[in-house]
């Protein structure tokens, strides 16, 4: 066992909040609370993804930017629709990835790490973009 394997687990381990939110419309009929569930989920873990850019010291003055400028939106965030948020939400996941790609840091994960990374984020991605079809769906109706 490498010694990321506990990361990959817990990365993996994390997406099934992200899929059941997916999942509920389809089992229980659509609702704003799903939606609201799965994009107050998002924000907590952008944040955390964001916090992993945060390297003090190891950086450089873009990454340090970067790291901030994904989270401070949050509060202004609640201004908008729920489809604005979605769709701010599932752009940034692939932004964090992008920066991190371009730490240095980077390329001393193991290939299975990263590996892991891409996958989660796709997976995110997907299904950011099911939910704001949902929240498209629920407003017209």
Known sequence: MH????????????????????????????????????????????AFMAGTLWRAGEQSYTHAVMAVLVVTPFPLLALFDSSVVLLYLALSYPIVLVFERGMAAWQNYHKDYQKMRYILTSVVFVCHLFMLAQSIELTRG
Do not use: E
């Not at 506990?6 to 089992?27: K, S």
């Open 3 to 46: 010694p990321y394997m506990n990361h990959i687990q817990l990365g993996y381990f994390g997406l099934l909040p992200f899929l059941a939110c997916v999942f509920w419309p389809l089992l229980l009929g659509s609702s704003i609370t799903a939606i609201d569930t799965f994009t107050y989920y998002s924000l907590g873990i952008l």
